[in-house]
């Protein structure tokens, strides 16, 4: 491998990572090594500089220059996942078949590791194999904080299948969250634009999302149009409201943003829901005087999808989490008084 490799990407390697097919193709590189090779423009496609997630196409040309031979590179043992981990992971199957797994993701679990992250389900997932060889694949990602319906993929040609079905909004993700204060009107459509706030850390904004007027989109760098469908189920006089929420786009932070865009913050956001903001509902004093949990109240409730092999629409549907289990009990919302899908019944 002392030499520079140039590979054709195949059809069963299409819309994948780029770092994750060269560790297919070569075990024994690392992630820091991968990119570096990036950021040094040694690693290319077709020619043009890559980052390490650039998703590759089929018949593209992958430039690799010389890599050390496998004993050169001392290689990290695999993690591997504890008995309890792996039964933790197992009994949040809500929906298994040959080709796909659906969990319920419980708030805490982060869907993806990061640099002070190592316990994730990405990672996890190992324990999800139930025979396969290989591990599922993620092909979308909800907030560390967020519970609900995760789908993961059981093999390469179907986690291509379902991201571009993600990415083409042929599916349908409806979520439920306790807000602050009751929307009006009872059901809408909030298409504020999103934008990265600037700074970090205890002088910055902290990863927010900034929101914007549709107009300021297109002469804001790196701004993106946002759309999410609301419709409010039930409401506590004006203290509290339990709403479902329909992200047309899927924007980072968006449903939180946009409900505090609104007024009406989700319960338990402290990102969102602070005192730094112009909230028209009761922000905080929505929690009853403690009776509700300071967790974050944003569940992934249903997904509906086209299968990718069977062709026919799945719908999973996941229970809440138990501080949501609680606060719905002391506000008397009881899950069966609601439609599966409102909008679809309103529309009727």
Request: aromatic letters at 4%; a positive charge; one cysteine or more.
């Amino acid at each position: 491998m002392s030499q520079v490799q140039k590979i054709t990407v195949g059809p069963g390697d299409a819309d994948q990572r780029l770092d994750r097919w060269l560790k297919r193709l070569f075990p024994h590189l690392g992630q820091g090594r991968i990119e570096k090779m990036c950021r040094k423009g040694e690693l290319r496609v077709d020619g043009g500089r890559v980052k390490a997630s650039t998703r590759l196409a089929t018949g593209q040309e992958v430039r690799i220059p010389p890599l050390p031979e496998p004993g050169e590179v001392k290689s990290r043992p695999k993690p591997s996942v504890s008995d309890k981990d792996a039964a933790m992971m197992k009994a949040l199957v809500l929906y298994k078949d040959d080709h796909i797994i659906a969990l319920n993701k419980p708030p805490g679990l982060p869907t993806q590791g990061g640099s002070k992250q190592t316990r994730h389900v990405d990672g996890l997932a190992e324990a999800l194999t139930f025979g396969l060889d290989e591990k599922p694949r993620l092909v979308h990602r909800l907030d560390k904080d967020t519970s609900g319906v995760l789908l993961l993929a059981r093999t390469r040609a179907v986690a291509g299948a379902l991201t571009e079905a993600f990415r083409a909004r042929e599916t349908r993700k409806i979520y439920w969250a306790a807000v602050a204060g009751v929307p009006t009107p009872p059901m809408g459509t909030i298409k504020f634009g999103l934008v990265k706030a600037p700074g970090h850390g205890k002088g910055g904004e902290n990863e927010k999302m900034r929101v914007l007027h549709p107009r300021e989109v297109a002469t804001t760098e790196g701004a993106k149009h946002a759309t999410t469908d609301y419709a409010v189920l039930s409401a506590l006089a004006k203290r509290a409201a339990w709403v479902a929420l329909v992200p047309v786009t899927g924007r980072t932070h968006q449903l939180r943003a946009h409900m505090a865009a609104l007024g009406h913050p989700i319960i338990g956001d402290g990102k969102y829901g602070g005192s730094g903001q112009e909230n028209l509902g009761d922000g905080w004093g929505a929690m009853m005087g403690g009776a509700v949990s300071n967790k974050l109240h944003l569940h992934a409730r249903s997904l509906s999808f086209k299968h990718p092999v069977t062709g026919s629409k799945v719908t999973i549907t996941a229970p809440l989490p138990e501080h949501m289990q609680r606060t719905w009990g002391f506000l008397q919302w009881d899950p069966r008084d609601v439609p599966a899908d409102p909008f679809e019944e309103i529309d009727e």
